[in-house]
């Protein structure tokens, strides 16, 4: 579980994660991760291919944890309060958002009726990530921290006719813009998740 932790949100095939945890083989270290998923607590994430829209098995994957709980019951850094997240370093914040993500993706697969709830995936070029495909081909990116249009430039000229989809405030319910708040700040309170 440490090197799941040391590892997330990072590309890892599974020998890496097999030699830095100590298992004999990356055959090992997949049965874990298999293990881990039967018991909704770890999915593995694959490579989306966008050309021939399919995942990537054979190339490193990132490790999802599923269920929040099980990774603050195993958390090197037990938070119990919001202030104890907030006072995070911002890689570690990221961290625990995309986990948020994905919990919530693999919630919502099932609801909508997907075949198979773990086809969460990740895209990636040389130069750019987006951190979620979901069954229905929609992407999300997870950014903690100041982050703006500019950013993502590049995407129209990637995916001319896709779009990155707002994911934790799609929940149903209206929310305002930033500039018809009081409080813009309101954006980055993680209380109201």
Not at 25 to 51: H, K
Not at 122 to 151: C, N, Q
Request: charged share 25%.
């Amino acid at each position: 579980m440490r090197t799941l932790f040391a590892q997330a949100g990072s590309r890892t095939g599974y020998l890496k994660l097999a030699r830095e945890s100590g298992l004999a083989n990356n055959t090992i270290a997949s049965e874990y991760v298999e293990q881990l998923s039967d018991l909704l607590a770890v999915i593995p994430s694959f490579q989306w291919d966008a050309d021939r829209d399919v995942p990537l098995q054979r190339k490193p994957a990132k490790f999802h944890f599923i269920n929040l709980s099980v990774a603050l019951s195993f958390s090197p850094n037990r938070m119990v309060h919001v202030d104890d997240f907030k006072s995070l370093a911002p890689q570690e914040k990221s961290r625990w958002m995309e986990w948020l993500v994905a919990q919530e993706l693999f919630r919502r697969q099932p609801i909508v009726g997907v075949d198979d709830p773990e086809a969460i995936w990740f895209w990636a070029s040389k130069e750019h990530e987006i951190d979620f495909v979901d069954s229905e081909r929609k992407l999300y990116e997870v950014e903690v921290g100041p982050t703006g249009a500019p950013d993502f430039a590049w995407f129209p000229k990637v995916f001319p006719k896709r779009n990155i989809e707002q994911f934790l405030l799609s929940d149903g319910f209206p929310h305002p813009y930033p500039g018809q708040v009081e409080d813009p700040d309101v954006y980055n309170d993680y209380c109201r998740f």
